[in-house]
């Protein structure tokens, strides 16, 4: 059915420099049927000059006009005269056939006497009295401002006419609304087969579909469609994909825009195309309407308005709100809409009536990774046999975007090698390429640097490996990636709750680094910057946002709303802040002396660690072993790691 419901499939597009052309062409025409090829005004004449060509018998014919204008046709010979060179001749050079004077009789009967007596002589060959029509003249000269009037009639009603996406941007056309309808002619038909894992969030929308293609299996129940669902979830988890999966797979009108198309400049445009979507979307119902980004225009009201006057985005909320569930509302309409940002929205656009469900998109599990990893690597050239199960493993915290990312990295990757095929090493390659930048083995590094870097990412290897809930170790370089000198790769343990005695391993972990320098060197540098922001963020959550803090107590200050953004004061006293404050300088302190100690313990390993690592400047997991020992408390390790 989508394929023909377009407006616009079978629109003549007209270009505006063929309606220039064709003015043109239009007054070159009127100028040659109004002048002949006397494209140049008649000279005009004197009697007595009148007289002196006459009885020099330059004079071919004359003409008079209502007895009072008489137009002087030259002969040949004349016109080859010097006298007569401005007449002689048109604007393109050609021979003028006339007239080439003009002039005032003043008394017709003298006047007439006067080419009589010419006549007879044989200075003039003929002449003659005419009647002139003035009506023709003004004909004649009112055409090209009606054919002016003509064409700026047909500009306009092009520019005013035309449905959705029908020249949107256009000054009488700015309130139209600028969806897209889905052609399935020309548009890349997204089933839900090319929609991997999500498997919640795929039941709850293909069960919408169905109710598209089939309402009566639900209304003989007496059940009601639902009016919209709002995709949640992270960047890059397929919210879109998944409407685009509906939009191939619903048999009904699908109009996809995005939430700022909305937006403009105009008082009134975005409540102006709201009201025309809704409109052609009835029209066409039933149907289906995408609304991405929606957090563009459906953010709460009245917070960010400070200044009190007319505000635009809440206008068109209002209306949006009012199309979905109004006095005029049809139930044939169902609006999806995805957003990464659903704590910013409206309250009236989440009650039930409006999004009567919310299908959270979460990022994918290890099995759901597996399945993403086999549609993305379809496409590709690959050596066989290659395990995805493998590759899910050493993606945790990917997003469908970032696995299509790292496939398509690997090809590149195996390309740049003269590779037949794309084999493992470049999965892992395009994985910490991703994760830690592109490698920089042309920086200069000095060799007390070199030795610093080697003790700082040693520093972080021996605490994670000698802690039970850190992190398990892949790999450790200190070649250059990115921004960083250096870099250690690990593979976190999927939880779904996370204990204190957990958060603190990896904060130990994390220290471990700083830890290092200072056994090591008695000194320690401004490499650990980033150790000590990501440490700080844990510490503050354990305090402040998951209530892990004795002293504070069972506190939460997170807001999940999001609105906590537009207060100016802090949600706690002056005195808890001085005391949330110092439990987490205590907790980072206590952890980094915790790291001291472990590495303190551990002198020699560290060192040897270090050496490997100026030596190779890669170690893996089998070096630590070779030097630690296997984890003891490392049950899955095997499986997890090979």
Not at 367 to 376: Q, S
């Amino acid at each position: 059915m989508a394929k023909d419901n377009n407006p616009n499939s079978n629109k003549f597009k007209v270009s505006p420099w063929l309606i220039y052309t064709a003015i043109l062409l239009i007054f070159l025409f009127i100028s040659f049927i109004t002048g002949g090829s006397s494209l140049n005004e008649p000279g005009q004449l004197t009697s007595s000059k009148f007289n002196d060509y006459l009885e020099k018998g330059q004079i071919e014919k004359v003409i008079v006009y209502n007895k009072t204008e008489a137009e002087v046709f030259l002969n040949a010979t004349a016109l080859k005269d010097a006298a007569h060179k401005k007449v002689s001749k048109d604007v393109f050079d050609r021979p003028n056939k006339g007239p080439h004077y003009t002039f005032d009789i003043g008394n017709d009967q003298i006047f007439q006497n006067k080419l009589e007596k010419a006549v007879a002589e044989g200075k003039l060959k003929d002449f003659n009295f005419l009647p002139k029509n003035n009506w023709s003249d003004i004909l004649i000269s009112l055409l090209p401002i009606i054919i002016i009037i003509a064409v700026w009639i047909f500009i306009m009603r092009k520019m005013s006419g035309g449905g959705a996406g029908g020249g949107g941007g256009q000054i009488f056309n700015i309130g139209k609304s600028k969806a897209k309808l889905f052609d399935e002619k020309t548009d890349i038909k997204t089933t839900f087969k090319d929609v991997a894992g999500l498997e919640g969030a795929k039941e709850e929308i293909q069960e919408i579909v169905e109710f598209l293609k089939n309402p009566e299996k639900y209304t003989n129940l007496g059940g009601k469609i639902p009016k919209g669902a709002l995709l949640v979830g992270p960047p890059g988890t397929g919210k879109t994909l998944l409407a685009k999966a509906v939009a191939g797979e619903a048999q009904v009108p699908f109009f996809s825009l995005s939430g700022s198309d909305f937006v403009e400049m105009f008082v009134g445009v975005g409540a102006s195309r709201v009201r025309d979507l809704f409109k052609q979307a009835k029209e066409k119902s039933p149907a289906i309407i995408f609304i991405d980004e929606i957090d563009a225009v459906g953010r709460a009201r009245g917070k960010s308005n400070m200044s009190g006057g007319n505000d635009e985005r809440e206008n068109t909320l209002n209306q949006l709100l009012t199309e979905m569930d109004g006095f005029g509302t049809n139930s044939n309409v169902i609006v999806l809409a995805a957003t990464n940002r659903a704590d910013v929205l409206d309250k009236a656009l989440m009650r039930a009536g409006r999004f009567d469900r919310q299908i959270f998109v979460d990022l994918p599990d290890i099995r759901e990774r597996a399945e993403i990893f086999k549609v993305h690597l379809a496409p590709l050239k690959k050596i066989e046999g290659l395990d995805t199960d493998f590759l899910a493993k050493q993606t945790p915290g990917f997003s469908g975007a970032d696995i299509a990312n790292v496939c398509n990295e690997a090809a590149l990757i195996a390309a740049r090698n003269n590779k037949i095929a794309v084999d493992k090493q470049d999965f892992l390659d395009a994985v910490d390429r991703i994760v830690g930048g592109l490698e920089k083995k042309n920086k200069i590094v000095t060799p007390d640097e070199k030795k610093a870097i080697a003790i700082h990412e040693a520093g972080h290897a021996t605490v994670s490996w000698m802690l039970e809930h850190a992190a398990p170790l892949i790999k450790v370089t200190i070649v250059p990636r990115g921004q960083s000198l250096g870099a250690a790769w690990y593979l976190p343990e999927e939880r779904l709750i996370v204990r204190p005695d957990q958060m603190l391993d990896e904060m130990c972990a994390t220290m471990g680094g700083r830890a290092a320098e200072k056994v090591t060197f008695n000194r320690i540098s401004t490499g650990a910057l980033s150790d000590l922001e990501k440490v700080t963020k844990q510490a503050r959550a354990m305090v402040t946002v998951y209530g892990l803090n004795e002293k504070i107590g069972n506190v939460t200050y997170y807001d999940s709303t999001g609105q906590s953004e537009y207060n100016f004061s802090k949600p706690y006293s002056e005195e808890t802040a001085r005391v949330i404050d110092e439990e987490i300088s205590l907790l980072i302190e206590g952890q980094y002396q915790r790291a001291i100690q472990i590495l303190e313990e551990n002198k020699d390993k560290l060192n040897q660690l270090a050496n490997i690592l100026i030596e190779k400047e890669v170690i893996f997991k089998d070096d630590l072993e070779a030097i630690f020992g296997k984890r003891t408390f490392d049950k899955n390790l095997e499986e997890v790691v090979s």
